[in-house]
DNA sequence: TGGATTTACTGAACACCATTCAGTATATTT
DNA sequence: AAATATACTGAATGGTGTTCAGTAAATCCA
């Protein structure tokens, strides 16, 4: 019986339909101006419609985080290749950055705009959980050959984790005017910025 | 004649009020389910009357921005009083990881939500400058005794307040699950980042 | 094959929202 | 006392997320 089979295939294709319109919308005008008519609109289907396959905006929103998700942790696979782990550790700093300064818009659903995690806990499992523990992994390979002053494997992750984060989340929410007067790039900064840091966080 | 300097001090009254009603009603629903009818409706004036005083809801938010600013401020006042300043920076730290704990809304209101600063660039001067040149003083201080590894103030400014401002907002924002597993409370963790991470950065 | 049933979808309706503005009532000035 | 300026109202506009009775097509069963 292929029926139930080709239903299954077209209810996935309908969803990924979806959420692939919600995301470039996301990405173009923003979470909070993006509206389900609106998303109803461009795939050319009523609103209603998805609410068959999405609960509610949030849900939607999650499932576009995932997809987020996952393509951060594709730039850390392409990027974070050094074997030295010290090197490596630099590179995902580096490609954390980065991927914050260019999608700005992504970065924010992933990130700044308070999500469905904070209701439905365990149900789903944590979308950032993949990419975090390739930073994990890296700093556990670090710290194995002695290379951070870190004693605490959690304390290093959350320290490194926090300083990426704080980077790119303070100059997306335009702080970072109120130290960096002139026009340079803000990128050179930052990744000057995560030299630094490494290099403090080095034996 | 002392009719319009009454007029003016009642003006301020109500602008205070509203300012007042607004900041209660974001701190308990937060800032999204906050709306003007329910702000005009808790001081028991019409919707009307709110953009009488306000231009829209993002400069209502900008002004309650404005006051949580000065809460920080006092707090880093009370707590930040050593004569060291090395000691200091840590107190200063302290106080911005409690303050963040302790006020996780008003941390919302101050960073994480997009704010109108990002449109209106020059016209107010930055709500949070006041706060944090306190913390870029205490960092001069430190870095004028050799005391820090840091060489430029403005890479020593970003990347403290970049790790305090990770800490807690990604603490907010949920994203620690992924690591802190226990039920342990958070502060001690953040509290153990703060100091080993002011340790780290110690010539 | 034909009637019953399940599935997929619609779009109007509901209860909200931010914001505007003609109208009103009070206070001030002339 | 009349004219003007000020402060406020609340209905109206054009949006929002979400629900649900109704419809039409696809599938199942006799």
Redesign the interface.
Known sequence: MGISERKEREKGEMKKMITTAAMKMFLEDGY?KTSIRNIADSIEYSPGTIYLYYKDKDELLYEVQGQAFLQLLEAFKKNATSKDPIKRLEQLGKTYVSFGLENPELYDLM??I??P??VD?ELHK?N??ES?YYL?DCLGECMKNGLL??KDH??A???V???????V??NL????????MGEESIQP?LF??VE??LD??RV
Chains 1, 2 share one sequence.
């Open positions: 909070a990130f700044i308070r999500a995690m904070n806990d944590d950032g959980a975090f994990v002053i870190f959690m304390q992750a959350l320290q984790w926090s300083m990426m984060h704080g980077l989340s303070l929410r335009c702080r970072l005017k109120v130290m960096v900064i000057k910025a630094e840091y403090s966080i």
